[in-house]
Antibody
Framework: EVQVVESGGGLVQPGGSLRLSCAAS????????MNWVRQAPGKGLEWVSR??????HYSDSVKGRFTISTDNAKNSLYLQMNSLRAEDTAVYYC???????????????WGQGTLVTVSS | SYELTQPPSVSVSPGQTASITCSGD??????ASWYQQRAGQSPVLVIY???RRPSGIPERFSGSNAGNTATLTISGTQAMDEADYYC?????????FGTGTKVTVL
């Protein structure tokens, strides 16, 4: 069974840093595009970042502040978030592409999310 | 940047058909996906590659995509289908989500 489980959320001051983790199981981790998607309180979904075979992509809203990475030996995905702002407050979801090698352009498996609150 | 627009809300009676539209420039040239998000839960993929259903998704969910509009259709709507629905397209190595539609089953 495919599972992705996020951790690492919490309260952080503006300008601070936080590292999110996502533990994956039930599939060959290195074969799939892995993503971070966020949802601000009461708002819609916003894609944040994607990685596949060491290639990375970011939304304009986080480019230069967030870094996505993986550890294939640990089947884990990470999101290093620096220079955090109040508008980064959201539930952050880890999500895997529906198909192998990112071929479907859809996110088929989602975690339960971890809440990041940026406030003084 | 690419944008996808959805109606804020759709109301439907139990057993009837609900249609949710998603508009974007030349959307029909891209793959469209749809997600269901019930209150307090994580999103669930219900349609991908315009019209394919993932394993476990009921047949009452169907999709189409042509021109500038993708459509999610829920046939024989049930109370459990009340949720927020988001369309999504794949554009230039990024995922773009629609504005979201709240489906209310009256």
């Amino acid at each position: 069974e495919v599972q992705v489980v996020e951790s690492g959320g919490g309260l952080v001051q503006p300008g601070g840093s936080l590292r999110l983790s996502c533990a994956a199981s039930g599939f060959t981790f290195s074969n799939y595009s892995m993503n971070w998607v966020r949802q601000a309180p009461g708002k819609g979904l916003e894609w944040v970042s994607r990685t596949l075979s060491r290639t990375t992509h970011y939304s304009d809203s986080v480019k230069g502040r967030f870094t996505i990475s993986t550890d294939n030996a640990k089947n884990s995905l990470y999101l290093q978030m620096n220079s955090l702002r109040a508008e980064d407050t959201a539930v952050y979801y880890c999500a895997r592409d529906q198909g192998i090698s990112g071929t479907t352009g859809a996110l088929g498996y989602w975690g339960q999310g971890t809440l990041v609150t940026v406030s003084s | 940047s690419y944008e996808l627009t959805q109606p804020p809300s759709v109301s439907v009676s139990p057993g009837q058909t609900a249609s949710i539209t998603c508009s974007g420039d030349k959307l029909g040239d891209k793959y469209a996906s749809w997600y269901q998000q019930r209150a307090g839960q994580s999103p669930v993929l219900v349609i991908y590659q315009d019209s394919r259903r993932p394993s476990g998704i009921p047949e009452r969910f169907s999709g189409s995509n042509a021109g500038n509009t993708a459509t999610l259709t829920i046939s024989g709507t049930q109370a459990m289908d009340e949720a927020d629905y988001y369309c999504q397209a794949w554009d230039s190595s990024t995922y773009v989500f629609g504005t979201g539609t709240k489906v209310t089953v009256l």
